[in-house]
T-cell receptor, first 113, second 117 residues
Framework: EPEVTQTPSHQVTQMGQEVILRCVPI?????FYWYRQILGQKVEFLVS????????KSEIFDDQFSVERPDGSNFTLKIRSTKLEDSAMYFC???????????FGPGTRLTVT | AQTVTQSQPEMSVQEAETVTLSCTYD???????LFWYKQPPSRQMILVIR??????QNATENRFSVNFQKAAKSFSLKISDSQLGDAAMYFC??????????????FGKGTLLTVNP
């Protein structure tokens, strides 16, 4: 069964560094999402992406964040200058169409020191 | 804005028994979707079941069923004949029906289910 994959599974970085989290959505899916979960808190929506542009973003998704689909398979989340409070689990998800279920990847645990 | 509340941080059940996980939500919308996702130790978020708000019939997927009470804004998950593999974190989630681009999921904080042999 096709699944969403994410790399790396765990990323440790120093405050102020740039990180890129990578996702490979399911191949025939058209809508892509990033969510994050700070330890002990809710899973929160960050951004949705369709047709090579952002379709919706939350207030969390400020200028430090960007998303890109650099080729036909990858979907990336970049954090330009990481802060301690960016430490969280980041989940990528994809859906075939906007009314379809979102399928999640296993997440990338980001630790900012 | 919509909110989702899961009031049970942890639950436990004996293998083969039945357990019900609670979820309530707050919305002013009339059309929306509700979901239960499971997150086992492997961390993969797996869709368990989906309910459309316009459907009166409760959704069922094998041993998983929901009790959807639209007026009460309640959406509980019942797991029958619990198995060791059901042990996981369970998240309740809400999604607007659509209109514009609002397809994001709003999650509760989750309920950690332990299954005892």
């Amino acid at each position: 069964e096709p699944e969403v994959t994410q790399t790396p599974s765990h990323q440790v970085t120093q405050m102020g560094q740039e990180v890129i989290l990578r996702c490979v959505p399911i191949s025939n899916h058209l809508y892509f999402y990033w969510y994050r979960q700070i330890l002990g808190q809710k899973v929160e929506f960050l951004v949705s992406f369709y047709n090579n542009e952002i379709s919706e973003k939350s207030e969390i998704f400020d200028d430090q964040f960007s998303v890109e689909r650099p080729d036909g398979s990858n979907f990336t989340l970049k954090i330009r200058s990481t802060k301690l409070e960016d430490s969280a689990m980041y989940f990528c998800a994809s859906s075939q169409d906007r009314d379809y279920e979102q399928y999640f990847g296993p997440g990338t645990r980001l630790t900012v020191t | 804005a919509q909110t989702v509340t899961q009031s049970q941080p942890e639950m436990s059940v004996q293998e083969a028994e039945t357990v019900t996980l609670s979820c309530t939500y707050d919305t002013s919308e009339s059309d929306y979707y509700l979901f239960w996702y499971k997150q086992p130790p492997s961390r993969q978020m797996i869709l368990v079941i989906r309910q459309e708000a316009y459907k009166q019939q409760n959704a069922t997927e094998n041993r998983f069923s929901v009790n959807f009470q639209k007026a009460a804004k309640s959406f509980s998950l019942k797991i029958s004949d619990s198995q060791l593999g059901d042990a996981a974190m369970y998240f309740c989630a809400y999604r607007s029906e659509g209109g514009g681009s609002n397809y994001k999921l709003t999650f509760g904080k989750g309920t950690l289910l332990t299954v005892n042999p």
